[in-house]
């Protein structure tokens, strides 16, 4: 991508537009005003369809920034780090530092996106109708509610990186634990999307004489195309900057736990851990599990006094174990089948860190 113009921070989150979007403003302020507004609101004057033109312009690309902090609240919300969001071409992009903590994230600040389009285009739908406003600002709150509704819809298409991709693979990895798996599945949907946009806007451009539009189509299938192909680089070699090693990048265990401790002795101190904190159960100085203390949270209170650990954690026998001088690109394809998407670091037989998918992959993704 270009570089790109800072525009400020909301939220704490860097906002900037890149130069495709100024191309794509003259583009849509021109059709517009030539098109679209003297169609739907016949008589007013050359200036008036400009002024329209503009504001659903800008008021379009508010639409889209709306769009893009759905999902990155949500994102926030599950733990990751916010980058920043750029404006460009086709539409918004929400970069994070590292990866989707679990399938339910991804597929959550996937949605969280066209929720916000959908909920904006339909409220503004709802203005449309019932207000007592000039005609003029009655067609642009129209236009508006429309693009808003074809703008979630039309990311909800199954192709990776649009946010139905998202969904899907997400929805993947949440019911079959497997990151690879739910990325290949994803990647197979999108070029079948991705060929379908490219073929139908073609005939799209020649059936209907609306040139623009059906190019437009087939310029995103392409994109589609090429985004799929770098998704998958992305999810399959992504080790972090400089670290080599899983001794580089594991984290050190603070705390175990027994097999027999009763887990109501542990639901205060469960309470406050980050999503995802997982112990280590030693046995005699062995390890025998891992418990993970999300499961705890699921797990109806009045069963806290009669579980111990040992009915709920991970049995070693189900873990996946690795050594620290593990190449961080051998270990995140075996953490990838793990099916809880983590590996226990042992040396010479003694348990001295963990590691996850997210400190596997230190590339940005985007949505
Ligand atoms: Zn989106």
């Known amino acids: 991508m270009q570089p790109s113009i800072p525009l400020g921070r909301i939220a704490g989150i860097p906002i900037s537009a890149n130069w495709s979007l ?20 016949p008589g007013q004057s050359g200036g008036v369809y400009l002024l329209m033109g503009v ?18 609240l949500q994102a926030r919300r599950e733990g990751m780090t ?38 904006l285009g339909f409220g503004l739908l709802g203005i449309a109708q019932v207000s007592a406003v000039p005609l003029a600002v009655q067609t642009v709150i129209w236009w508006l509610a429309i693009i808003n509704i074809i703008l979630g819809a039309f990311n909800m298409l199954p192709a990776l990186p649009l946010d139905g991709g998202r969904t899907l693979r997400g929805t993947v990895w949440a019911i079959t634990g497997n990151l690879d798996r739910a990325t290949h599945t994803a990647l197979r949907v999108s070029r079948v999307v991705a060929l379908g946009l490219i073929a139908g806007g073609i005939m799209f ?26 998704e998958l680089r992305a999810s399959t070699v992504a080790p972090p900057t400089g670290a080599r090693q899983i001794r580089d990048v594991m984290h050190p265990f ?8 009763p887990i109501s002795e542990l639901a205060a101190a469960v309470a406050s851990a980050p999503p995802g904190t997982a112990y280590p159960v030693i046995d005699d100085g062995e390890v025998v599990g891992l418990l993970v203390c999300d499961v705890i949270a699921a797990l109806p209170p009045d069963r806290h006094a009669r579980a111990r650990v040992a009915d709920l954690m991970i049995a070693r026998r189900d873990l996946t174990l690795i050594d ?35 400190d596997l992959t230190g590339r940005r993704f985007a949505i």
């Not at 609306?210 to 799929?228: H, K």
């Not at 190449?327 to 963990?354: F, H, M, N, P």
């Open 82 to 119: 916010i980058h920043s969001i750029t404006l460009w071409l086709f539409g918004g992009v929400a970069r994070f530092d590292g990866f989707f903590p679990t399938g339910a994230a991804e597929l959550r600040i996937a949605l969280a996106g066209p929720a916000v389009s959908l909920v």
């Open 324 to 358: 620290p001088e593990t190449t961080v690109a051998t270990a995140r394809e075996a953490v990838s089948r793990d099916r809880w998407g983590r590996a226990l670091v042992v040396d010479g037989g003694i348990l001295i860190g963990i590691v996850d998918l997210v």
């Open 254 to 261: 603070t705390a175990s736990l027994t097999p027999n401790t």
């Open 55 to 72: 504001a659903a312009a800008a008021c379009f690309v508010l639409g889209i920034l709306l769009h893009e902090f759905g999902h990155a």
């Open 205 to 230: 451009a020649v059936g209907s004489g609306n040139a623009i539009g059906g190019i437009w189509l087939a310029v995103i299938g392409v994109f589609v195309l090429q985004a799929a192909a770098a």
């Open 22 to 41: 100024v191309a794509l403003m003259a583009l849509l302020v021109w059709d517009l005003k030539n098109g679209v507004f003297p169609a739907s609101d």
